[in-house]
């Protein structure tokens, strides 16, 4: 035993000897070629590009050994991939060999060759009778030729309403082939133990036997070198791009089954470069990776300086960016808030109307959080498989908990929180979402140092479950902003842009009553492409002018009209603007145009001097009064007769507003204070209502346990949106009556405004005639004079 350990010793001494020596000779010629390229080189090759030649020169040469070597390296790499492809080829080349075995499928109820089929003993009958002069022999299987056409009933054919001549499928468009009434040629099978009287039987008779070698199937081993070569190009291919794709797509298929419960949620997250105190703002860098799976790891793919968004960049809701700034408080110093027992908000709502900034609050506190930021957008849960929503919200909150203290963030959530009911689009998958985002928020598991905010539009179709405290704490109203904040929102966006002098962010934020931080951004945006067409230096006056225009009213359209048709536009927009000029409880006429814009051939621009938060019922009379004052000015001109069908519009808006103060609002004087709105629950898709098919009353069993006695146990009908119960038949004719009447008070308002003003109707339409545009300026100093 000794003896062989020193055996072995010696040997491992000389391997690693031979490899020393190796290595000394490599860098011995290594060192000679420095000195002898170094000597060649020294006067006319200063920065060494003949050594990177030879190099790069010796480095292309490479062996069909090199190659040969970092195939079996790839093939080794993907062991998996390859046998799963043998497996397969070895699979499908048993598919065929069984299949080629099989026989083939019987044609009809005939025989191989359309022949009328007989039965064995009929056959032989045929023969002694002299019938048959020649007979095919293949096999146990026999085809005869008559000597005289045979009819196919004395041949024992099937009868035509047996079950041979019915389709062989239900419904079938090819059904069998019925038998024909006149038969040349018979088929029939012996028995399977043979018949020894046969072939006496047919030489007694002369009967003409020809034998056939019995039918085999084809050797399948020699029709499979037919598909040799497509089986190897195939493998070719496979090889190719699994070279390319350097072994990602030929991932196990139990991997790619488990990622599909995995959530797809992005992670946001400061890293201070250099480390320590001594690094600075500009020096941090936010990281956004992608994790997966319980225990998975971070994986960083996109580097960049920052989202792009601060709080400095949120303007215009300063209330709701502090209730944001102090959620980011609790997790950067919580021991504040909890040595007075208070207790971290577990989440917060933020809920508005579209484009109001509730996901660019999320993406500054993306950017200045100062802990991890998952962001995930709640229409990412929800897959066609029931069961793959509910995992990944498992997943993301296990990944919040491991890099707690954190923030989630799941933009529209009604996307997974609508109401669950019995309505018939009702979905198992968005339901067991939900159910689990409700296990999360507030469970058994605890998840403490982990807020999550969620953004919505629609709160009233959320499950009331999902806004209890303890899961959300805080509602948060992001409404539009005021004027002042409009202000300060044009400031964040024209901070970088050029501007003239005679730009007035007060006044622009003035003109733009009722727009959001993202139509804000989309207005400086399109005055500056307006600017960029001109080639300006800066943006002027004129440029949001024209910006605004096209926010508000639509784009300017080519369309030609002749004479008849502007004047009736003109006649149509002239009304609206002088109902509104003669009421002093309207809105103030900004422009007047018979210029197509959008999909309107005409427009009457209202813009309020402030904004108003409640409206008086003079006011909503007003504007009843001034969205008919088209069509009572087509009137007044043309004659009821030649009314058009430019007022659609007009009408959806003012019926619509009547209705509103009718059934919401109270303003009517016939019904008084009602709500009869129809509820909401039911307004957006079909529900199922409970219902008592018969009465049913309670009576004793034979044990005397009271039971219900009569009728059928609940049952379900479909029941189509309809009002609140407060609104019954009556009801519902009585406020149909109200909105006609308050339509026609709002109509006689506008027909005495332009009767007394009739000579102001023409002056003013003949101005937009010729004009095509009329400011606010051009509009008052018209009727002035």
Same mark, same amino acid.
């Given at each position: ?506 006044? #622009? $934020? &003035?003109?733009? +009553?009722?727009?959001? %931080? ?8 399109? @005055?500056?492409?307006? !600017? ?124 619509? #507003? $009547? &209705?509103?103060? +009718?059934?919401?609002? %109270? ?8 709500? @009869?709105?129809?509820? !909401? ?105």
């Amino acid at each position: 035993m000794a003896g062989r350990k020193k055996g072995n010793g010696d040997l491992a001494t000389g391997y690693i000897t031979r490899y020393d020596e190796k290595v000394a000779d490599r860098r011995r010629a290594n060192r000679l070629f420095d000195l002898w390229l170094g000597e060649v080189n020294s006067m006319d090759d200063k920065a060494g590009r003949r050594k990177r030649l030879l190099i790069e020169s010796g480095r292309r040469l490479k062996t069909a050994r090199d190659y040969g070597q970092r195939a079996w390296k790839q093939v080794h790499t993907l062991s998996s991939g390859v046998w799963t492809f043998l497996l397969l080829s070895v699979l499908l080349v048993l598919l065929y060999a069984l299949f080629t075995q099989l026989p083939p499928l019987p044609v009809g109820k005939g025989g191989p060759n359309g022949e009328a089929v007989v039965a064995y003993s009929d056959f032989t009958n045929m023969v002694t009778q002299g019938k048959i002069d020649e007979v095919a022999i293949r096999g146990n299987e026999i085809s005869a030729h008559l000597k005289e056409p045979l009819k196919l009933q004395d041949a024992s054919s099937p009868d035509e309403t047996s079950p041979s001549t019915m389709p062989r499928y239900a419904f079938s468009t090819n059904p069998a082939q019925p038998q024909r009434n006149v038969a040349t040629e018979v088929f029939t099978r012996m028995p399977p133990s043979g018949d020894d009287q046969l072939q006496p039987l047919l030489n007694r008779h002369q009967v003409s036997v020809r034998v056939y070698p019995a039918n085999q199937g084809a050797g399948w081993f020699s029709s499979l070198w037919h598909f040799i070569p497509v089986m190897l190009a195939l493998a070719g291919i496979w090889f190719f791009l699994a070279m390319r794709n350097n072994g990602k797509s030929m991932r196990s298929i139990d991997e790619r089954i488990s990622e599909i419960g995995k959530s797809r949620v992005r992670r946001f997250q400061r890293e201070k470069e250099g480390g320590g105190t001594a690094a600075r703002k500009g020096n941090e860098k936010l990281t956004e990776g992608v994790e997966s799976g319980v225990g998975a790891k971070a994986k960083s793919i996109q580097v960049v300086e920052h989202t792009g968004v601060t709080f400095a960049d949120v303007a215009g809701i300063d209330e709701v960016r502090h209730e944001v700034e102090e959620i980011v408080q609790f997790l950067r110093h919580p021991e504040t808030y909890k040595r007075l027992g208070a207790r971290i908000p577990r989440g917060a709502l933020l809920v508005g109307p579209p484009g109001t900034g509730k996901t660019l609050l999320a993406k500054a506190v993306a950017g200045e959080a100062g802990v991890p930021f998952f962001s995930m957008s709640a229409s990412e849960f929800v897959e066609m498989y029931v069961g793959v929503g509910a995992s990944r919200v498992r997943d993301l909150f296990n990944q919040a908990r491991r890099s707690a203290p954190c923030i989630i963030f799941i933009d529209e959530l009604d996307a997974v929180g609508r109401k669950r009911s019995m309505r018939i689009t009702n979905n198992d998958e968005r339901d067991q979402t939900l159910n689990q985002l409700l296990v999360e928020l507030d469970g058994f598991d605890g998840r403490e140092s982990v807020i999550v905010l969620a953004a919505t539009n629609r709160v009233d179709i959320l499950d009331k479950a999902l806004l209890r405290p303890g899961r959300f704490d805080r509602h948060i109203t992001v409404a539009a902003p005021t004027r002042s904040g409009r202000e300060a929102i044009l400031r964040v966006h024209t901070r970088k842009t050029p501007l003239h002098d005679n730009v007035d962010l007060d006044k #622009l $934020a &003035r003109l733009t +009553v009722g727009m959001t %931080g993202a139509d804000l951004a989309n207005l400086v945006n399109e @005055a500056a492409l307006i !600017a960029a067409r001109r080639d300006l230096d800066c943006l002027d006056e004129q440029c949001f002018a024209e910006a605004l225009a096209r926010v508000q009213l639509g784009a300017l359209r080519p369309l030609l009209l002749d004479e008849k048709e502007r004047k009736i536009i003109a006649v149509h927009e002239s009304g609206h603007a002088l109902v509104a000029h003669y009421l002093p409880e309207a809105d103030p006429v900004n422009c007047v145009t018979i210029l197509p814009r959008g999909q309107s051939l005409g427009v009457t621009q209202f813009v309020p001097d402030d904004d108003r938060y409640n409206y008086s019922r003079q006011m909503l009379m007003a504007r009843i009064a001034v969205g008919l004052g088209g069509r009572v000015a087509e009137e007044l001109t043309f004659g009821s007769e030649q009314v058009t069908t430019g007022a659609e519009n007009d009408f959806q808006v003012v019926t619509d #507003l $009547a &209705r509103r103060m +009718v059934t919401r609002w %109270g303003m009517s004087r016939e019904l008084g204070p009602v709500f @009869a709105e129809q509820q !909401a629950e039911e307004a957006y898709a079909m529900a199922f209502k409970r219902f008592e098919p018969e009465s049913r009353t309670l009576a004793l069993d034979q044990q005397g346990r009271p039971v219900l006695n009569g009728g059928l146990p609940r049952a379900y009908q479909s029941a189509e949106p309809t009002p609140a119960p407060v609104s019954g038949v009556a009801l519902q004719s009585a406020i149909d009556a109200e909105v006609l009447r308050i339509l026609d008070d709002g109509r006689v308002l506008a027909r005495t405004v332009l009767s007394e003003h009739a000579a102001q109707l023409k002056k003013l339409s003949d101005a937009l005639l010729e004009h095509e545009m009329l400011s606010r300026e051009q509009f008052l100093t018209l009727l002035q004079d």
